[in-house]
């Protein structure tokens, strides 16, 4: 408890490369305080700590796949925020592909629910720098989702006709 651990000491630890899953399973699922650099500005990527022996109220993990699909299926396979989809290249990063995620509108911790209508797909840039972004409305996301889905010459239409209605930006 208290001790600043690497990937490669858990990945030793361990044996097995899967400690990040498990890592995400104790946190999540059993309630241990363990803090990553997302947690604390002190610690760097791949460095994890202990923070207690005292266990927080654990989160179930009950999105199962079926509605994880219904939900990606639903939002067009798109980040709702910024547009970005499974394989393009990902927004913090351009050297690595953008990977999609379902996401609580109203976090759990928070009262949220499961109910589809609380659920959307972000992309990991937008699901971890969320809490800076400014939502768009229910109406607008369908609208860009339809456009989304849509034949690149389709995309390309829509966007002269907004561009001659609102100018450019």
Known sequence: MGEVLSTQTL???????????RIRELRDEEGMDISTNRDRADLKPGQYVLESLKLKPALPRSISLQLRNEILERNGFTCQLCGVTAGDPDPADPSKHARLHVDHVKPITQGGTNDRDNLRVL??????GKKDLQTTSEGALNLLSRV??????????????????????
């Open 148 to 169: 989304r889905r849509a034949p690149r010459a389709v995309q390309r239409e829509v966007y002269e006709a907004l561009k001659r209605t609102f100018g450019e930006a």
């Open 11 to 21: 990945r030793e630890v361990a044996g097995t490369s899967e400690y990040a899953r």
């Open 123 to 128: 992309c990991t840039a937008c699901n971890l």
